[in-house]
């Protein structure tokens, strides 16, 4: 079952998509204060759904209402599916880094095709990047630093991944071949 709060997730991650993909600005604030409103209530969402009140929640409106009402009922929602299929997850990875930012990930697919932080590496490396009209070597340099942080991020979360005794440096212990009798 969906609650309040997987809800107000699933729309904050739906703004930032569309954000990403530089959808009108008031229909990403419409998901944003949706997200908002159903952080803030103190009622059920299923409860909302089965008395049909969700136009109650401010920033509600029919059609986030139907948004909602498809995610409680079945557990899922097609409009996430497809904006998660329209953007590569390294362009979204790429958009959260400070560095880099949503415009210019945004910018870098359409314009060299970079969907993820080693191939805008590579393309800063080769100095790829600076036929991007507005790119030159200082923002070449940001994008270069935001490709390395998010490579080292990955990086550090796959050894978090890792068995614990994997993780730990070994220590090889001398130990008697056999023991003496006192």
Known sequence: MVDRFAAAGVFQEIASLLAIKGENPFKIQAYD???????????ELPTLVDEDRLGELPGVGAGLSARLRELVQTGH?????????????????MAREPMIGR????????????????????ACRTRRVREVRGIGPRIEARLLEGARRIQERGAARSRRSLPWSARVPRVQ??????RSSP
């Open 33 to 43: 204060r949706a997200a908002d409103s159903l952080l803030r209530t103190q009622a």
């Open 77 to 93: 929602l097609t409009y996430l599916d497809r904006l998660r299929d329209e953007i590569p997850p390294g362009v979204v990875e």
């Open 103 to 122: 415009s210019r990930a945004m910018l870098l697919l359409r314009a060299l095709d970079i969907t993820s932080a080693s191939e805008l590496e590579e």
């Open 173 to 178: 212990m001398e130990l008697p071949l056999s």
